[in-house]
Protein backbone atom coordinates (compact mmCIF):
# COMPACT_ATOMS: atom_id res chain seq x y z
CA UNK A 1 0.00 0.00 0.00
CA UNK A 2 1.29 3.25 -1.02
CA UNK A 3 1.36 5.89 1.61
CA UNK A 4 1.49 8.70 -0.65
CA UNK A 5 1.88 12.27 0.39
CA UNK A 6 2.81 12.49 4.27
CA UNK A 7 1.51 16.10 4.89
CA UNK A 8 1.88 17.98 8.93
CA UNK A 9 -1.10 18.66 10.90
CA UNK A 10 -0.20 22.50 10.02
CA UNK A 11 -0.30 21.76 5.89
CA UNK A 12 -3.47 19.21 5.77
CA UNK A 13 -5.15 22.74 7.88
CA UNK A 14 -3.99 24.90 5.28
CA UNK A 15 -4.45 22.72 2.19
CA UNK A 16 -8.33 22.08 3.07
CA UNK A 17 -8.60 26.09 3.84
CA UNK A 18 -7.83 26.55 0.76
CA UNK A 19 -10.03 24.50 -0.95
CA UNK A 20 -12.72 25.81 1.06
CA UNK A 21 -11.35 29.54 0.16
CA UNK A 22 -11.50 28.77 -3.77
CA UNK A 23 -14.46 27.05 -3.69
CA UNK A 24 -17.16 28.74 -5.87
CA UNK A 25 -20.13 27.79 -3.98
CA UNK A 26 -18.08 28.38 -0.20
CA UNK A 27 -16.04 31.72 -1.13
CA UNK A 28 -18.68 33.66 -0.84
CA UNK A 29 -22.10 32.58 0.29
CA UNK A 30 -25.28 33.39 2.71
CA UNK A 31 -26.66 31.33 5.39
CA UNK A 32 -29.95 31.83 7.23
CA UNK A 33 -30.36 30.96 10.64
CA UNK A 34 -30.59 31.39 14.65
CA UNK A 35 -28.50 33.19 16.59
CA UNK A 36 -27.06 31.08 19.87
CA UNK A 37 -24.22 31.76 22.22
CA UNK A 38 -23.87 35.48 21.43
CA UNK A 39 -20.58 37.11 22.88
CA UNK A 40 -19.03 40.23 22.22
CA UNK A 41 -15.30 40.11 23.01
CA UNK A 42 -13.37 43.25 24.52
CA UNK A 43 -11.40 43.55 21.53
CA UNK A 44 -14.50 44.28 19.32
CA UNK A 45 -14.71 40.57 18.08
CA UNK A 46 -17.95 38.74 17.89
CA UNK A 47 -18.22 35.08 18.80
CA UNK A 48 -21.52 32.94 17.99
CA UNK A 49 -23.10 30.02 16.57
CA UNK A 50 -25.72 29.95 13.91
CA UNK A 51 -27.98 26.62 13.94
CA UNK A 52 -30.91 25.77 12.71
CA UNK A 53 -32.62 22.19 13.22
CA UNK A 54 -30.30 19.65 12.07
CA UNK A 55 -26.73 21.20 12.04
CA UNK A 56 -24.54 23.90 14.09
CA UNK A 57 -21.65 26.32 13.07
CA UNK A 58 -19.46 28.29 14.79
CA UNK A 59 -19.30 31.88 13.75
CA UNK A 60 -16.53 34.98 13.98
CA UNK A 61 -17.01 38.46 12.97
CA UNK A 62 -13.87 40.52 13.19
CA UNK A 63 -14.87 44.34 14.41
CA UNK A 64 -14.36 46.44 11.57
CA UNK A 65 -17.43 43.99 10.02
CA UNK A 66 -18.88 44.10 13.89
CA UNK A 67 -19.36 47.95 13.26
CA UNK A 68 -21.80 47.97 10.39
CA UNK A 69 -23.84 45.01 11.94
CA UNK A 70 -27.65 45.86 13.37
CA UNK A 71 -28.44 47.03 16.64
CA UNK A 72 -30.34 44.46 19.14
CA UNK A 73 -28.32 41.47 17.71
CA UNK A 74 -28.70 38.53 19.99
CA UNK A 75 -29.48 35.47 20.95
CA UNK A 76 -32.59 33.67 19.55
CA UNK A 77 -32.26 36.15 16.70
CA UNK A 78 -33.19 34.93 13.25
CA UNK A 79 -30.15 36.23 10.82
CA UNK A 80 -29.10 36.08 7.48
CA UNK A 81 -25.27 36.07 7.45
CA UNK A 82 -23.34 36.59 4.14
CA UNK A 83 -19.07 35.58 4.46
CA UNK A 84 -17.20 32.34 3.73
CA UNK A 85 -16.15 29.06 5.07
CA UNK A 86 -12.66 28.24 6.21
CA UNK A 87 -10.78 26.80 8.91
CA UNK A 88 -9.27 28.19 11.58
CA UNK A 89 -5.78 26.61 10.91
CA UNK A 90 -4.62 26.57 14.69
CA UNK A 91 -7.11 24.05 15.64
CA UNK A 92 -8.64 22.80 12.65
CA UNK A 93 -12.20 24.59 13.66
CA UNK A 94 -14.48 24.75 11.09
CA UNK A 95 -16.03 28.40 11.05
CA UNK A 96 -18.01 30.78 9.24
CA UNK A 97 -16.16 33.99 9.00
CA UNK A 98 -19.37 36.95 8.70
CA UNK A 99 -19.03 40.22 6.34
CA UNK A 100 -22.14 41.38 6.85
CA UNK A 101 -25.32 40.56 8.77
CA UNK A 102 -28.92 41.67 8.03
CA UNK A 103 -31.86 40.61 10.57
CA UNK A 104 -34.37 38.16 9.15
CA UNK A 105 -37.04 38.17 11.97
CA UNK A 106 -37.04 36.11 15.57
CA UNK A 107 -36.05 32.96 16.07
CA UNK A 108 -38.16 29.88 17.58
CA UNK A 109 -37.27 30.10 21.27
CA UNK A 110 -36.86 33.77 21.06
CA UNK A 111 -40.47 34.03 20.01
CA UNK A 112 -41.75 31.57 22.61
CA UNK A 113 -39.77 33.64 25.41
CA UNK A 114 -41.31 36.61 24.42
CA UNK A 115 -45.15 34.89 24.49
CA UNK A 116 -44.27 33.69 27.99
CA UNK A 117 -43.17 36.77 29.25
CA UNK A 118 -46.65 38.44 27.96
CA UNK A 119 -48.67 36.25 29.27
CA UNK A 120 -46.86 35.54 32.88
CA UNK A 121 -46.48 39.72 32.73
CA UNK A 122 -50.02 39.87 32.48
CA UNK A 123 -50.96 37.20 35.41
CA UNK A 124 -48.98 39.88 37.62
CA UNK A 125 -46.30 37.29 37.92
CA UNK A 126 -43.62 40.21 38.01
CA UNK A 127 -45.44 42.86 39.73
CA UNK A 128 -43.14 45.03 42.08
CA UNK A 129 -45.76 44.64 45.20
CA UNK A 130 -45.11 41.04 45.37
CA UNK A 131 -41.15 41.11 45.66
CA UNK A 132 -39.47 40.05 49.16
CA UNK A 133 -37.03 42.21 50.37
CA UNK A 134 -33.52 40.81 50.67
CA UNK A 135 -32.53 40.08 54.55
CA UNK A 136 -29.27 41.88 55.54
CA UNK A 137 -28.06 39.62 57.96
CA UNK A 138 -29.06 35.83 56.89
CA UNK A 139 -27.97 33.10 58.97
CA UNK A 140 -28.22 30.58 56.00
CA UNK A 141 -28.24 30.75 52.35
CA UNK A 142 -30.13 28.30 49.85
CA UNK A 143 -28.72 27.37 46.40
CA UNK A 144 -30.07 26.06 43.96
CA UNK A 145 -27.71 24.85 41.00
CA UNK A 146 -25.87 22.17 39.48
CA UNK A 147 -23.58 20.35 42.19
CA UNK A 148 -20.81 20.13 39.36
CA UNK A 149 -21.03 23.49 37.97
CA UNK A 150 -18.58 26.48 38.34
CA UNK A 151 -21.28 28.96 39.77
CA UNK A 152 -21.59 26.81 43.05
CA UNK A 153 -17.99 26.69 43.57
CA UNK A 154 -18.07 30.54 42.87
CA UNK A 155 -21.15 31.13 45.38
CA UNK A 156 -19.05 29.15 48.37
CA UNK A 157 -16.31 30.34 47.80
CA UNK A 158 -17.49 34.10 47.63
CA UNK A 159 -19.22 33.19 50.97
CA UNK A 160 -16.44 31.92 52.96
CA UNK A 161 -14.37 34.81 52.02
CA UNK A 162 -17.40 37.27 52.86
CA UNK A 163 -18.52 35.50 56.08
CA UNK A 164 -16.86 32.32 57.15
CA UNK A 165 -19.58 31.20 59.42
CA UNK A 166 -22.69 31.69 56.89
CA UNK A 167 -24.57 28.06 56.83
CA UNK A 168 -25.17 27.26 52.79
CA UNK A 169 -28.20 24.96 52.31
CA UNK A 170 -27.67 23.19 48.70
CA UNK A 171 -30.94 21.68 46.62
CA UNK A 172 -28.64 20.00 43.10
CA UNK A 173 -31.03 20.21 40.10
CA UNK A 174 -29.80 19.61 36.51
CA UNK A 175 -29.83 23.02 34.89
CA UNK A 176 -30.04 22.19 31.18
CA UNK A 177 -30.93 19.26 29.39
CA UNK A 178 -34.75 17.57 28.84
CA UNK A 179 -36.39 17.86 32.40
CA UNK A 180 -34.04 20.51 34.14
CA UNK A 181 -37.35 23.22 34.90
CA UNK A 182 -39.10 20.17 36.25
CA UNK A 183 -35.87 19.88 38.82
CA UNK A 184 -35.50 23.12 39.38
CA UNK A 185 -38.43 23.68 40.70
CA UNK A 186 -38.68 20.75 42.67
CA UNK A 187 -35.23 21.93 44.42
CA UNK A 188 -36.82 25.46 45.11
CA UNK A 189 -40.18 23.69 46.54
CA UNK A 190 -38.04 21.75 48.62
CA UNK A 191 -35.54 23.89 50.25
CA UNK A 192 -38.65 26.51 50.62
CA UNK A 193 -40.29 23.78 52.62
CA UNK A 194 -37.31 23.58 54.66
CA UNK A 195 -37.89 26.61 56.16
CA UNK A 196 -33.97 26.56 56.36
CA UNK A 197 -33.02 29.28 54.10
CA UNK A 198 -32.96 33.28 54.89
CA UNK A 199 -32.71 33.50 50.99
CA UNK A 200 -32.23 31.55 47.89
CA UNK A 201 -29.89 32.03 44.82
CA UNK A 202 -31.03 29.86 41.56
CA UNK A 203 -28.89 30.08 38.97
CA UNK A 204 -26.38 29.05 36.89
CA UNK A 205 -23.06 29.78 34.61
CA UNK A 206 -23.13 31.46 31.26
CA UNK A 207 -24.48 29.36 28.35
CA UNK A 208 -26.06 29.79 25.14
CA UNK A 209 -29.89 30.27 24.73
CA UNK A 210 -30.86 26.70 24.86
CA UNK A 211 -28.50 25.56 27.79
CA UNK A 212 -29.84 28.54 30.29
CA UNK A 213 -34.17 27.52 28.37
CA UNK A 214 -34.80 25.73 31.69
CA UNK A 215 -34.60 28.98 33.53
CA UNK A 216 -37.57 30.57 30.83
CA UNK A 217 -39.98 27.49 31.69
CA UNK A 218 -43.26 28.29 33.55
CA UNK A 219 -42.69 25.75 36.11
CA UNK A 220 -39.71 27.57 37.44
CA UNK A 221 -41.51 30.93 37.31
CA UNK A 222 -44.53 29.54 38.86
CA UNK A 223 -42.08 27.84 41.74
CA UNK A 224 -40.09 30.98 42.43
CA UNK A 225 -43.70 33.42 42.40
CA UNK A 226 -44.92 30.67 45.31
CA UNK A 227 -41.97 30.82 47.37
CA UNK A 228 -42.08 31.97 50.46
CA UNK A 229 -38.30 32.75 50.82
CA UNK A 230 -36.62 36.04 49.08
CA UNK A 231 -35.28 34.15 45.75
CA UNK A 232 -32.34 35.92 43.90
CA UNK A 233 -31.76 34.96 40.10
CA UNK A 234 -28.60 34.29 39.18
CA UNK A 235 -28.33 32.92 35.39
CA UNK A 236 -25.58 33.14 32.81
CA UNK A 237 -24.01 36.64 32.27
CA UNK A 238 -24.94 40.11 32.77
CA UNK A 239 -26.21 39.99 29.45
CA UNK A 240 -28.64 36.92 29.82
CA UNK A 241 -32.08 37.56 30.61
CA UNK A 242 -34.46 35.06 31.71
CA UNK A 243 -37.92 34.78 33.03
CA UNK A 244 -36.65 33.73 36.08
CA UNK A 245 -34.92 37.30 36.28
CA UNK A 246 -38.41 39.30 36.01
CA UNK A 247 -40.32 36.88 38.31
CA UNK A 248 -37.16 37.02 41.39
CA UNK A 249 -37.17 39.34 43.34
CA UNK A 250 -34.13 40.65 42.74
CA UNK A 251 -31.87 39.72 39.79
CA UNK A 252 -27.81 39.22 39.80
CA UNK A 253 -25.95 39.64 36.84
CA UNK A 254 -23.78 36.15 37.58
CA UNK A 255 -23.85 33.69 40.45
CA UNK A 256 -20.79 35.32 42.13
CA UNK A 257 -22.73 38.68 42.24
CA UNK A 258 -25.61 36.93 44.04
CA UNK A 259 -23.37 35.62 46.52
CA UNK A 260 -22.20 39.56 47.35
CA UNK A 261 -25.77 40.39 47.23
CA UNK A 262 -26.65 37.81 49.72
CA UNK A 263 -24.02 37.68 52.20
CA UNK A 264 -22.81 40.77 54.61
CA UNK A 265 -19.26 41.37 54.63
CA UNK A 266 -18.15 39.88 58.24
CA UNK A 267 -15.17 42.86 58.49
CA UNK A 268 -17.38 45.87 57.11
CA UNK A 269 -20.39 44.42 60.12
CA UNK A 270 -17.68 44.65 62.76
CA UNK A 271 -16.01 47.97 61.39
CA UNK A 272 -19.64 49.55 61.83
CA UNK A 273 -20.37 47.70 64.67
CA UNK A 274 -17.07 49.43 65.81
CA UNK A 275 -17.89 53.05 64.82
CA UNK A 276 -21.17 52.88 66.33
CA UNK A 277 -19.79 51.97 69.42
CA UNK A 278 -17.32 54.69 69.79
CA UNK A 279 -20.38 57.03 68.14
CA UNK A 280 -22.88 56.11 71.15
CA UNK A 281 -19.71 57.01 73.70
CA UNK A 282 -19.04 60.22 71.95
CA UNK A 283 -22.53 61.28 72.27
CA UNK A 284 -22.91 59.73 75.82
CA UNK A 285 -19.76 62.32 76.89
CA UNK A 286 -21.06 64.70 75.36
CA UNK A 287 -24.25 64.73 76.69
CA UNK A 288 -22.54 64.69 80.16
CA UNK A 289 -20.42 67.71 79.36
CA UNK A 290 -23.20 69.60 78.12
CA UNK A 291 -25.28 68.66 80.97
CA UNK A 292 -22.71 69.12 84.07
CA UNK A 293 -22.42 72.75 81.90
CA UNK A 294 -25.68 73.48 82.64
CA UNK A 295 -25.55 72.40 86.06
CA UNK A 296 -22.71 74.59 86.59
CA UNK A 297 -23.98 78.12 84.79
CA UNK A 298 -27.81 77.27 86.87
CA UNK A 299 -25.13 77.40 90.17
CA UNK A 300 -23.46 80.94 89.39
CA UNK A 301 -26.81 82.48 87.98
CA UNK A 302 -29.63 84.59 89.07
CA UNK A 303 -31.87 82.34 89.12
CA UNK A 304 -30.18 79.88 90.71
CA UNK A 305 -29.77 82.10 93.52
CA UNK A 306 -33.06 82.84 93.99
CA UNK A 307 -34.03 79.09 93.64
CA UNK A 308 -31.55 78.81 97.10
CA UNK A 309 -32.56 81.86 98.61
CA UNK A 310 -36.40 80.66 98.23
CA UNK A 311 -35.28 77.27 99.59
CA UNK A 312 -34.04 78.51 102.33
CA UNK A 313 -36.75 80.42 103.53
CA UNK A 314 -38.98 77.47 103.35
CA UNK A 315 -36.60 75.45 105.56
CA UNK A 316 -37.16 78.45 108.13
CA UNK A 317 -41.07 78.80 107.69
CA UNK A 318 -40.94 74.44 107.98
CA UNK A 319 -38.91 74.66 110.98
CA UNK A 320 -41.40 77.69 112.79
CA UNK A 321 -43.91 75.27 112.08
CA UNK A 322 -42.78 72.38 113.38
CA UNK A 323 -41.87 74.38 116.42
CA UNK A 324 -45.30 75.41 117.05
CA UNK A 325 -47.06 72.22 116.49
CA UNK A 326 -45.01 70.94 119.18
CA UNK A 327 -46.05 73.39 121.48
CA UNK A 328 -49.60 72.89 120.77
CA UNK A 329 -49.19 68.94 120.55
CA UNK A 330 -48.04 69.69 124.40
CA UNK A 331 -50.50 72.12 125.52
CA UNK A 332 -53.32 69.77 124.37
CA UNK A 333 -52.06 66.95 126.05
CA UNK A 334 -51.63 68.86 129.44
CA UNK A 335 -55.77 70.04 129.13
CA UNK A 336 -56.42 66.43 128.56
CA UNK A 337 -54.37 64.77 131.72
CA UNK A 338 -56.06 67.92 133.79
CA UNK A 339 -59.03 66.98 132.62
CA UNK A 340 -58.35 63.34 132.73
CA UNK A 341 -57.65 63.86 136.64
CA UNK A 342 -60.83 65.72 137.49
CA UNK A 343 -63.21 63.18 135.80
CA UNK A 344 -60.84 60.41 138.00
CA UNK A 345 -61.62 62.07 141.14
CA UNK A 346 -64.98 62.26 140.66
CA UNK A 347 -65.26 58.81 139.70
CA UNK A 348 -63.45 57.48 143.01
CA UNK A 349 -66.07 59.68 144.58
CA UNK A 350 -68.94 58.05 143.75
CA UNK A 351 -67.27 54.52 144.62
CA UNK A 352 -68.85 52.67 147.36
CA UNK A 353 -65.94 52.27 149.23
CA UNK A 354 -65.79 55.59 149.57
CA UNK A 355 -69.60 55.56 150.83
CA UNK A 356 -68.74 53.27 153.60
CA UNK A 357 -65.99 55.72 154.68
CA UNK A 358 -68.25 58.40 155.32
CA UNK A 359 -70.21 56.07 158.06
CA UNK A 360 -72.37 54.36 155.50
CA UNK A 361 -73.29 50.50 155.44
CA UNK A 362 -74.42 48.35 152.56
CA UNK A 363 -77.19 45.28 152.77
CA UNK A 364 -76.49 42.29 151.07
CA UNK A 365 -78.84 39.79 151.03
CA UNK A 366 -77.42 36.53 149.84
CA UNK A 367 -75.85 37.67 146.00
CA UNK A 368 -77.89 40.92 145.43
CA UNK A 369 -77.65 44.26 147.67
CA UNK A 370 -81.33 45.51 149.54
CA UNK A 371 -81.73 49.05 148.58
CA UNK A 372 -85.37 49.30 149.55
CA UNK A 373 -86.46 47.81 153.18
CA UNK A 374 -89.51 46.06 151.33
CA UNK A 375 -86.66 43.80 149.63
CA UNK A 376 -86.35 42.44 153.33
CA UNK A 377 -88.64 40.18 155.76
CA UNK A 378 -88.33 39.26 158.97
CA UNK A 379 -86.28 36.40 160.48
CA UNK A 380 -84.20 37.15 156.78
CA UNK A 381 -80.57 36.79 157.27
CA UNK A 382 -78.55 39.69 155.60
CA UNK A 383 -74.72 40.65 155.34
CA UNK A 384 -73.80 44.06 156.55
CA UNK A 385 -71.10 45.46 154.84
CA UNK A 386 -68.85 48.47 156.48
CA UNK A 387 -65.57 50.17 155.82
CA UNK A 388 -63.43 47.85 157.92
CA UNK A 389 -65.31 44.55 157.61
CA UNK A 390 -68.40 43.00 157.54
CA UNK A 391 -70.93 41.73 160.18
CA UNK A 392 -74.14 38.94 160.03
CA UNK A 393 -77.58 40.19 161.40
CA UNK A 394 -81.42 38.67 161.04
CA UNK A 395 -84.19 41.01 160.70
CA UNK A 396 -86.57 41.05 163.10
CA UNK A 397 -88.76 43.27 161.43
CA UNK A 398 -88.49 44.19 157.64
CA UNK A 399 -90.43 46.42 154.77
CA UNK A 400 -93.11 43.53 153.98
CA UNK A 401 -93.79 42.87 157.51
CA UNK A 402 -95.46 46.48 158.29
CA UNK A 403 -97.36 45.95 154.63
Same mark, same amino acid.
Given at each position: MTEGYILSVTQLNEYVNTLLRNDVLLGSVSIRGEISGFKRHTSGHIYFSLKDEGALVRCVMFRQNAMNMPEGIGDGMQVVLSGYASIYTRDGQFQFYVKSMRREGEGELYRRFLMLKTRLE +???LFDAAHKKPIP %??? %???????? %??? +?ALQ????????????????? $?? $? +????TGAGREIADAIRLLDGSGKADVMIVGRGG?????????????VARAIYACKTPVVSAVGHETDFTIADFVADLRAPTPSAAAELCVPEYEALNDELEYVKERIASLCTDRIARERKAIAAMEQGAAYGMCHHRISMNMARLSALETGIAASV????????? %?????AARLDSLAPARTLERGYAIIKKGNKYASSAKELAAGDRVEILLS??? $??AKVLAGGKDGE
Open positions: +AQG %KLP %KCIGVVTS %KTG +ADIINITRRRFPMMNILV $AP $A +AVQGGSIEELWAFNEEVRQGMGEAER %KLSINDGT $AS
